[in-house]
């Protein structure tokens, strides 16, 4: 695995626009919208792809043949040599053949994981874990009569202003996802619901293209189940409609609320794929 220089970026795009999944993060790297890495197997004329985002994604398509990136592929998944500093959640393109090599890398890491004498603890945070991402297609009828049913009238809903931008908290926060606040004024979108004097749920735009927009949404621990997430989510699908966007959501199956909520805003389960949680 060689690391591509990032003025040559754009030699990933067209082979990024074969697959058929959804890969607005990928895109998000090699167009500088936000910070990452990009692996291929040759500098100059590259075949294969491995694209990771800091947040923590990464997406590999292109050739499955080559055996030299593949066994550095197997280091990279493994961090035999170090080189990954954080956890990391890897997708593959369904059509390029790649899912019968990583699941055999994960099956042998994890066998040799439990021949070792490990605590449990140990052990855990070591293992790789096969989980399900899953694609959506949005409904907008769907959404229409959810809005008339369950959006609260009462909600303080306010557009971002880029106030408090490195300091804003949670898993999903547009700071992971954009370079600065400017650069999210510029470029993004986002609404934050306030109640009771606190921020109490925000959806804003994790990527963004001329045809689409993914959703990010970060809800307060004290301010779940409320309807509250649903309402931010409106504020931002409500704009998507309004500018011409096409709002996309993706998620774990595993991530049951995130699950839910999308499946009430309109989001039909478009297809699944497995989802690589890399140590």
Known sequence: MLKLDRRYYDLALPPLGQVKINTLFAEAVLKGQTTGYVYVDCVQSPRTFYVTHEYGMSLIYGDSGNEEFNRGLKEYMTNE????????WLQADPAGGWEPLLEAVVKEHNAQLDQEDLQPEAAGRRRM????????TFDAEV???ARKQWFRQDADIRLMNG????????????????RDAEHFLNSGVGYTLRW???DASSAFSAYRTAEQLEI???SAAAHRG???????CCALIDYCLE???EPVWGCRMENAGSYRLAQKLGFKPLRTIPYYRLP
């Open 216 to 218: 990010g949404i970060e």
């Open 196 to 198: 009771e004097g606190e």
């Open 243 to 245: 500018q011409g966007l």
């Open 163 to 178: 106030e408090g931008f490195g300091e804003q908290t949670g898993l999903v926060i547009p700071r992971y996802f954009w």
């Open 143 to 145: 959404y229409r009569e």
């Open 226 to 232: 409320k309807g509250f997430a649903f309402s931010v």
């Open 129 to 136: 874990y096969t989980h399900t991402r899953v694609n959506f």
């Open 81 to 88: 040599t170090g080189r990954r500093a954080s956890a990391e």
